[in-house]
């Protein structure tokens, strides 16, 4: 079954009446309503020559919900800007705002950017995060969960959270704060540097880079250190800069939680030689590396199939496929899975390999004959147990899908 557009606010457009001053505000309140109740992590609203489509991002992939009139794109645009305090006049520059509101607990991040045919609005939401208290909310492998359960009560050192855009590593590193928070009851000093700030978390000192006031990421975190922090969280760690002065803190006496872009756990480390930073450093100041990634949950109506042309070059007997019916929207999938591989340094071989500037390919030989459970082993269980499908497996690990041979 083709995957069905998503019921949303376009489809009630003809119960309002467009004569109304308020016409355009419950347009809008509309759409935000319908993506909070859809649980999507961001609303598309993308001009073209006929019309603006409205697109809602649900378990990581866009689905499309309608077109608005032509002639509503100026005045739905000009009223998001207003609610995310954005000037309204300017339509020739990319800006970014935040929507507050008192009475919701969905928080809204607004970015518009100027295209041919008008001002594509992006509305992130950020609601979501809040289901995520404590670590066994994420859904972990109970491994990797023990495990970061045990480093947050470090004292020193740097866990790093890695993956694509859209793979979870915020919201995991938002959990390990709220849980950091919970524990120790304001026993510990907590602040975060953040580009921008997503989600607040009672109990943590939050700060957002202002880069016109010349408040950088590594301008941020020398000065932080001298606000007596046990716990850093750093949005993310771009450069060089950042890097070193990230790890001086969590060889000093802090524990530092980040995130950084990178394919792999192992590819972490690859990442950071690449910026500068040295081996000794990475050895001495990572505690851990947790790489995820989110794949879509299948629907209870899916089949089981033993069609190998369905498998998708799996090495597969038989597995489980989508069928779609109205609980999922036609799309077979409903809700998302975390798949995730924790790297820890300190094993001995792995330390003599970053020691020895080994590449990414040999390090993540290391690490999986060390004990770590790769990505794609995770992925193929997944499908095994008829958590995902193979369509799935091959959208978010790509098309080369053979895991590495268990050790001897």
Known sequence: MEPQPVMSSVDRLASLDVTSPSYVI?????????????????????????????????????????????????????????????????????????????????????????????????????????????????GLPEEIRLALAGLLNETSGAILFTGPAGSGKTTTLYTCLR??????????????????????????????????????????????????????????????ATAEVAFQASLTGHLLLCTLHAGSAAGVIGRLEEMGIEPYAIIS??????????????????????????????????????????????????????????????HPKLRRAIRARADVGRLEEIAHRSGMVKLSERALQAVRSGLTDPAEFRRVLGISTSPTPSPD
């Open 26 to 138: 419950e347009v809008v309140d509309l759409m935000l309503g319908d993506g909070a109740l859809l649980n999507a992590s961001d609303i598309h609203l993308l001009p073209t020559a006929s019309g603006m489509e409205v697109l809602y991002r649900i378990d990581g992939v866009l689905q499309r919900a309608g077109t608005l009139p032509r002639s509503l794109l100026p005045n739905v645009v000009a009223r998001l800007k207003l609610l995310a305090n954005m000037i309204t006049y300017r339509t020739d520059i990319p800006q970014e705002g935040r929507i507050l509101e008192s009475d919701s607990e969905v928080e809204r991040r607004v970015s518009t950017f100027p295209t041919h045919f008008g001002e594509k609005v992006v509305i992130r939401m950020f609601g979501g995060m809040r289901q995520f208290q404590r670590l066994e909310d994420l």
């Open 179 to 240: 849980e950091l928070s919970t524990a120790s009851r304001g026993g510990r000093s907590l602040m975060t540097l953040e580009d921008p700030i997503e989600v607040l978390v009672p109990g943590v000192a939050q700060a957002q880079i202002n880069q016109a006031a010349g408040l950088d990421l590594a301008v941020g975190l020398r000065s932080m250190m001298r606000q007596d922090p046990e716990v850093i969280g750093v949005g993310e760690i771009r450069d060089l």
């Open 285 to 346: 100041g990572v505690r851990a590396i947790v790489c995820q990634r989110l794949v879509r949950r299948l629907c209870i109506c899916a089949r089981a199939t033993d069609e190998p042309a369905e498998l998708l070059g799996l090495d597969l007997p038989s597995a489980w496929v989508t069928v779609g019916c109205t609980q999922c929207r036609g799309t077979g999938y409903r809700g998302r899975v975390l798949l995730a591989e924790i790297l820890i340094p300190s």
